[in-house]
């Protein structure tokens, strides 16, 4: 079993930055794919990024692209995204996945994750 915990969500005007943090559970966490996943009111959870177990394999959803960088620290078990430029449309609770013992490849689908945090809120302001 894997928990995760998120922290660093919060609110920040528009233009400012965030890092957030996801803290894992477990000494396997280095072999796990992570991801990012976000979810607005009333919408979908969407994919916002992900990175393989070795952290050499990145990938960010083209509406954050430039703006957002996930990143791993294998040996805090910690899992970063770092938020720039932040818009209104960013406002949404943040998740942190976990897949479970994967390839050294990035995962962009839900379904494709086993463990979930249970989310920290982001509110950009105007």
């Known amino acids: 079993q894997v928990q995760l915990v998120e922290s660093g969500g919060g609110l920040v005007q528009a233009g400012g930055s965030l890092r957030l943090s996801c803290a894992a559970s477990?000494?396997?966490?280095?072999?796990?794919?992570m991801g990012w996943f976000r979810q607005a009111p009333g919408k979908e959870r969407e994919f916002a990024a992900a990175?393989?177990?070795?952290?050499?394999?990145?990938y960010v959803a083209d509406s954050m692209k430039g703006r957002f960088t996930i990143s791993r620290d294998n040996a805090k078990n910690t899992v970063y995204l770092q938020m720039n430029s932040l818009k209104l449309e960013d406002t949404a609770v943040y998740y942190c996945?976990?897949?479970?013992?994967?390839?050294?490849?990035?995962?962009?689908?839900?379904?494709?994750?086993?463990?979930w945090g249970q989310g920290t809120q982001v509110t950009v302001s105007s």
């Open positions: 477990g000494r396997t966490f280095s072999k796990y794919a």
């Open positions: 996945a976990a897949r479970g013992y994967s390839g050294n490849v990035f995962y962009t689908g839900r379904d494709e994750y086993r463990y």
């Open positions: 990175i393989s177990w070795s952290g050499a394999s990145t």
